[in-house]
């Protein structure tokens, strides 16, 4: 049974919803599943606009039949070469002999590598920057998009209908549902997390390849996004640009909000921590999100560390070193690039703290990143006499966040 959606009278959504997957990339979970999403294109000539993941390939195939209706594939466009897409162009190639694959020549190498093959000449159409594909009335023309998030990413615009195929820019986590278009969503907060988590895991490293095709989007005259997860986007284009726009530039989407993120194992951490949020709260502060790193998995906190302006980390010293989970999502936050914020570090440590330094050590090796000197360093736990070194850490949070 077929499983489609139209985006308008000549192109059709004919993607697959996943639930059954629980961790994308193998790492990341998905309490909302996920959407691969594809689209044809049904012009003189057809247009099939990416495939899909393998375990869903058998409705993938059916929702393409249904649409084509024994019209055969014309062109197998492929956008990203990441195999959660690309694992039905191979049986999409078999089943079309004259079908050609238009993609980047780095794409060409990445499906010879994925398949142990090498696709015919004949079987190849290659794009770069600015060609176009004609199919009738509608006519694609190609944006490359290198390093968001593969260097093979090319993007393509229909410019009969004003659509920007933006590959996984512009994705999110959570199935689809039936409803296509963002307008057809609740964008509650919720949803809003999870779109934030995708980009910022996925996508964040990024951020000046991101920058340098949102200015070359700025110049199209765009109608609808269509990326290869989530919602296609319509009314909500301006607010998806503007997030991206921050997102990619490391600015935080919320700075006057505190994130306090710890580690702790016999609950000594958490106590000082629970202490600090409630003294920021008291002094009147709102914004403030406490997490265990233990707990909350890495990827919502690497969320949590772009929309946030500022970030505190409280940890036990570990071995002579830091404790592990924290050192993870430090490390994390260092490989994705991001930078430019407000930081103060709290440690713990019962016979030789060292975590305090080790975490300030990290922070300071990430770009911009402005380490305050107020701390607390604990023996074991918060003692009455050092109340007044964390009413000091308060009162300088709440200070470095007005300046
Ligand atoms: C495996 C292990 C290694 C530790 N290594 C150190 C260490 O090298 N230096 C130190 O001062 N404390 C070390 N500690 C002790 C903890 O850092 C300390 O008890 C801390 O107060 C625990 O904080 P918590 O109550 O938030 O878990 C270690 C604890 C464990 C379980
Ligand atoms: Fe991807
Ligand atoms: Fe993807």
């Known amino acids: 049974m077929q499983a489609v959606r139209r985006l308008n009278e000549d192109i059709s959504w004919v993607g697959v919803d996943d639930r059954r997957l629980h961790l994308f990339e193998n ?15 049904q012009d003189e000539k057809t247009a099939l606009l990416d495939t899909a993941d393998g375990g869903v390939l058998p409705q993938f195939l059916e929702n393409v039949d249904y649409v084509l209706q024994g ?25 079309y002999p004259e079908c050609r694959m238009v993609a980047t020549q780095q794409a060409f190498r990445f499906f010879d ?43 393509s615009f229909d410019q009969k209908d004003g659509i920007l195929f933006s590959a996984d820019a512009f994705g999110t986590f959570g199935t689809l549902d039936g409803c296509l278009f963002d307008r057809e969503i609740d964008l509650n ?26 200015k070359k989007a700025a110049g199209l005259p765009i109608r609808l996004i269509a990326p290869l997860h989530g919602p296609v986007w319509s009314e909500d284009i301006p607010m998806i640009l503007e997030k991206y726009d921050l997102w990619s530039s490391y600015r935080p989407e919320d700075p006057g909000a505190v994130m306090i993120a ?33 707990e909350t998995d890495k990827s919502y906190l690497i969320a949590e560390a772009f929309r946030c302006g500022y970030l505190v980390f409280a940890a036990p010293t570990y071995n002579n070193g830091l404790y592990p989970k924290m050192k993870e999502l430090l ?3 260092q490989s994705l690039n991001i930078q430019g914020r407000k930081c103060t570090v709290l440690g713990n440590g019962t016979w030789a703290p060292q975590s305090e330094k080790l975490m300030r050590q990290m922070l300071l090796e990430m770009k911009e990143m402005e380490v305050s000197e107020k701390t607390v360093v604990v023996r074991s736990r918060l003692s ?14 709440l200070r470095r966040l007005q300046a």
């Open 27 to 41: 790492m990341f979970p998905l309490p909302h599943g996920v959407s691969y999403n594809s689209y044809i294109i």
């Open 262 to 294: 710890y580690g702790s194992m016999y609950g000594n951490t958490k106590a000082l921590c629970e202490a600090l949020a409630c003294r920021l709260g008291e002094k009147g502060l709102r914004n403030i999100k406490v997490y265990d790193v233990s």
């Open 189 to 214: 907060a919720s949803w809003l997390t999870d779109a934030r988590r995708y980009y910022t895991n996925i996508v964040g490293k990024y951020g000046q390849q991101v920058q340098a095709v949102l």
């Open 113 to 155: 590598q994925f398949n142990n093959t090498t696709l015919p000449e004949e079987r190849k159409l290659l794009v770069k920057e600015g060609d176009e594909l004609c199919l009738g009335a509608h006519k694609l023309r190609f944006i490359l998009a290198p390093m968001v998030h593969w260097p093979e990413v090319m993007m």
């Open 71 to 95: 019209r055969p594939v014309d062109y197998m466009i492929v956008h990203h070469m990441e195999p959660d897409h690309c694992s039905g162009i191979a049986r999409i190639l078999e089943r």
């Open 331 to 333: 490390e994390d936050m």
């Open 384 to 397: 009455d006499a050092q109340n007044e070194e964390l009413e000091a850490v308060a009162e300088d949070i």
